[in-house]
């Protein structure tokens, strides 16, 4: 399974720049960064530190509006995926810009359904928001799995990103769910991280080790 980043925020990007293969952003995640600098300079720094995709989310409502958005944010970088949301302007959209070859992530997808007809637009990405259903109390994960099923009978090209991720249990159901992609916030990248044991382990192996070394040191 691959990781992106959800996140706008250079720092975090660079800091698990080994570990990722993507970006993903949004307009509330890019509005929280840009009191530093200015939208295109952000993006494109973004795009540079970045090797694989990344999607930034076009503003417009209307299906032409979003292709003249989606062409301008393409220009941005070859690494751009444009992210437009599951209404029926946005599918229409989404097919237009498969058919001139530009990659699109379709974002607010809540159930199988919606990523179904995404997949049937010619959508790059479907984004399941795992976290927002879990939140009003379903189960997101059980879209994921849907989603999994139904692209694998019908061989769509299109992947699944599992979206919306709150905690690592999220991160290890993607995975165990056949999702192709897990969108991790950098909070839960860096709990992933972490188990007591490890540190624990650690801290010994590195008194065992010292405690020889001051032997020997005492020996000679
Ligand atoms: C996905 O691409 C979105 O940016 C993101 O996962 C939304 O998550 P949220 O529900 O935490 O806002």
């Not at 359904?113 to 795992?130: D, E, H, M, P, R």
């Not at 299109?158 to 290890?172: F, G």
Request: glycine share 4%; with cysteine; aromatic share 6%.
């Amino acid at each position: 399974m691959k990781f992106f980043l959800d996140t706008a925020n250079l720092n975090e990007i660079e800091k698990y720049s080994h570990i990722i293969d993507g970006v993903t952003t949004n307009p509330s995640l890019l509005a929280k960064e840009m009191k530093s600098s200015s939208q295109n300079d952000l993006l494109k720094k973004i795009c540079d530190t970045v090797k694989g995709p990344v999607s930034l989310e076009v503003i417009s409502q209307n299906c032409d509006e979003m292709i003249k958005e989606a062409l301008e944010l393409s220009s941005i970088a070859d690494n751009v995926v444009v992210k437009v949301p599951m209404t029926p302007d946005g599918l229409k959209a989404t097919k237009k810009l498969s058919e001139m070859c530009v990659k699109t992530n379709v974002t607010l997808i809540f159930s199988s359904n919606q990523a179904l007809l995404a997949a049937k637009a010619g959508a790059t990405y479907v984004s399941i928001f795992v976290g927002r259903l879990d939140d009003i109390g379903y189960s997101g994960i059980n879209i994921v799995k849907e989603t999994a099923k139904i692209l694998e009978n019908y061989n769509f090209d299109s992947e699944i990103i599992t979206a919306s991720i709150r905690n690592p249990m999220h991160v290890l159901d993607a995975a165990l769910s056949g999702s192709h992609v897990a969108t991790v916030p950098p909070n839960v990248l860096t709990l992933m991280f972490n188990h007591n044991l490890t540190d624990a382990g650690l801290q010994k192996f590195m008194d065992d080790w010292r405690s020889v070394k001051n032997n020997s040191n005492n020996d000679l």
